[in-house]
């Protein structure tokens, strides 16, 4: 890959030369988790709604760990208006149909009493089923619910399949998969390197509900009686009371990213290996299952990363086998804040940057992570979460120290020629425009979406709750009062058809559930028929 600015600028120019525009513009896909909660904004404790689907089949709507928590997942597109115009009518549909409760605006929850109080998703009695609640079942006891009630948007990015054989050809490299899973493990590299940016230009959690706390987060502020904060956090969700792996530390366990080969391996070993404190838990206890083993991981899922290699499953195969055989097909981006200011969390602009940061990240040039680097990458990124809008603020890297704003300035300036060659055939010059609007909010981090959240609950004399209460309810009018959903008939009909899939696997299961599980595990399951949204 290059190893300067210049051949950067080289090797989009080549490329442009070769390659029509929208061959450079990626596919994008959202997956949008946003929970159900009750008119007065604690977490909805009602079944997933029939009208929404089968949690466990459908193809666009399901659940994350609650079965409160929805989870909108739109298919990739070419461009990202229409990602967003599909992510429009899921999350429409969904509105309309969850009678007086509200989807919650903002991915921090609220109003909790205690863990008994969120519901853990079901889908149904099928081993497929049983397998994805115990797997939930299991998160709860080893790190507890609330942090896995935590909502976030999840951009998905792949780049289009013509431009890798000239990529190839223009790097002297034949176009292989070697070569395409070389690139895209090193495109996910410098996306952990540049990580804090996002939570900078788009964190929008700076603050929460004391109920959410449970005694934690001795670090923050007081805001009012029921809500507390940092003054200068962008993303609390992404900070050290938010969704990480608690336990690393203690594991020793931490994924490896410099191949393909080395991040499989890594995982393999924490699904492989006993862990005494998951197993003092107990597997199955009084003839339940308290989770699906006492490994270090229970399944590849487990390992938070914000960034992650996909690749689509076939029916019963494993996360890891997938990769193995067939490669990375896209990679998921999982550090996108939902933000409450906008009524689907994101707006084009935020995809388009992302869209741009993702091309550049692959193009750019990217060693190997030590595992003081690594060190570094979760330093920065918890520093930003915390302090981000903090003047002077200072971060890892390579080169030693640096301000923040200047490494923020640094990549983005790498990102211009970039912008420029996706702009090409587009009124407007969307991606450039994009770029100046986050270059704003490094030169005025007030600009921020955690910055207006914070200023505008300062001048309403609103605490967290309030806030998101409010927004929640006026984007909830805005989706009920939208015109008929171009969708609607599809989705409708999808809902349906995913109930009668349910309903067959059900009934065609063979196996007890603790074989089902062993299969599973060993790999003899491949060959069976599985939900699309069997791992997730």
Known sequence: MPHTENDLHRLMHLLGERLAPQVLRGRIGLEKET?????????????????????????????DYSEALLEL???????VRETLGFLQDLQAFAAARIGDEILWATSMPCAMADDESIPVAQYGHSNAGRMKTVYRVGLGHRYGRRMQVIAGVHFNYSPQPSLWPVLAELLGEAD????????????IRNLLRFGWLVPFLFGASPAVCNSYLDGRGAQLEDFDDDSSYLPFATSLRMGDIGYTNRKEADTGIKANYNSLAEYVDSLRCAIGTESPEWARLGVKVDGEYRQLNANILQIENEYYSSVRPKQPLERFEKPTDALESRGVAYVELRSVDVNAQHPLGVDESQLRFLETLCLAALLMPSDSLSAAAMADIDANLLAVAHHGREEGLILRCERGPMPMRAMARDILTRMQPVAAMLDQGLPGDPYRRSLSEQWGKVEQPALTPSARMLEDMMAREEGFYRYARRLSEQHREAFRSSSPLPREAELIELAQHSLTEQAAMEASDRHDFEGFLQRYFDGSLVGLSAPRTFIR
């Open 73 to 79: 997942v739109t298919p990739p597109f070419d461009d």
């Open 176 to 187: 292989s998969r070697e070569f395409r899973d070389h690139a895209m493990m090193g495109m």
């Open 35 to 63: 929970l159900r909660v009750q008119a007065a904004g604690s977490i909805a404790q009602t079944p997933h709604p029939q009208a929404l689907g089968s949690a466990l089949t459908h193809p666009y709507i399901t659940t």
